[in-house]
Nanobody, 127 residues
Framework: QVQLVESGGGSVQAGGSLRLSCAAS????????LGWFRQAPGKEREGVAA????????YYADSVKGRFTISQDNAKNIVYLQMDSLKPEDTAMYYC????????????????????WGQGTQVTVSS
């Protein structure tokens, strides 16, 4: 069964932190590449970070490097996104995604790699 459930969103002031969690069913967690995306009103969805659940290799968009950290808990099938030094431009709906399995295990933040999506969790950063 394919299931991705995000949690941890909320409202925070600029400079603050939030940690998002993505609980994945065993099936999607085994696909190896899980990622976080975000979409702000009126903008296209943007890849934020991705992780290879086996090796722990990580990938980040330039806009979040040094501020966001993606990590995993393989025992619980959970992927986290720690967001520090948040800015108003980080305001968006954040989605967890799992790779479709059609690209030979390649992992990065490119949307075309992902075939399974969660419902999203809202992050609002005020100035």
């Amino acid at each position: 069964q394919v299931q991705l459930v995000e949690s941890g969103g909320g409202s925070v002031q600029a400079g603050g932190s939030l940690r998002l969690s993505c609980a994945a069913s065993s099936y999607v967690y085994s696909t190896a590449c899980l990622g976080w995306f975000r979409q702000a009103p009126g903008k296209e969805r943007e890849g934020v970070a991705a992780i290879v659940t086996g090796s722990g290799s990580t990938y980040y968009a330039d806009s979040v490097k040094g501020r966001f950290t993606i990590s995993q808990d393989n025992a619980k099938n959970i992927v986290y996104l720690q967001m520090d030094s948040l800015k108003p431009e980080d305001t968006a709906m954040y989605y967890c995604a799992a790779e479709s399995g059609n690209f030979g295990g390649y992992c990065n933040t490119y949307e075309y790699l992902f075939g399974y999506w969660g419902q999203g969790t809202q992050v609002t950063v005020s100035s």
